[in-house]
């Protein structure tokens, strides 16, 4: 206690002089608020402004170039999706297009077929003559027959007599 009274006496005798004490009170003791200490600002140098200008000028041109970059890579793609589109519908329609024709293939090969040529007309029409020609042969002989059984009946009616021939 001695000491602290010995402080004390040594405040109030000198309160601007400063002792060197390894006491409590001496080390608890507080300083006058004067302020906070004045930092001193450092100019802004022109080749670390022209820096920091040349850096933000560049993010801003960067910036809005990517903006209009990514602006003509939409209408690019858009363009790119309706061409896309197009050449899908002209694709179905020549699809659409290409079984019809397929489907009229098949019925004229079904067709061809089924249909004769100009060389079976041809022999069909030589059968045919042949068989006209047989049965207007027959035709006739069976007219000379005829005709000889009429000459037989029309001199039976003439004669009287009774000769028959067959």
Excluded at 14 to 37: K, W
Excluded at 66 to 71: K, N, W
Excluded at 91 to 106: F, G, L
């Amino acid at each position: 206690m001695a000491s602290t009274l010995r402080a004390a006496r040594c405040l109030r005798l000198a309160p601007s002089s400063r002792y060197f004490s390894t006491s409590r009170v001496s080390r608890i003791e507080q300083l006058p608020n004067v302020g906070s200490p004045v930092t001193q600002k450092k100019p802004v140098g022109a080749f670390r402004g022209g820096i920091v200008g040349f850096l933000a000028g560049f993010s801003l041109a960067a910036s809005f170039a990517a903006y209009h970059l990514l602006d003509e890579y939409n209408q690019a793609s858009a363009a790119l999706q309706a061409s896309v589109d197009e050449l899908k519908l002209s694709t179905e329609k020549i699809t659409a297009h290409i079984s019809r024709i397929e489907a009229v293939e098949k019925d004229l090969k079904a067709l061809q077929s089924s249909t004769s040529s100009k060389d079976d007309l041809v022999r069909l029409r030589a059968e045919v003559k042949k068989i006209y020609d047989g049965l207007h042969v027959e035709f006739l002989d069976l007219r000379t027959h005829v005709w000889g059984i009429q000459k037989d009946v029309h001199s039976l009616s003439k004669k009287d007599a009774s000769e028959v021939r067959i």
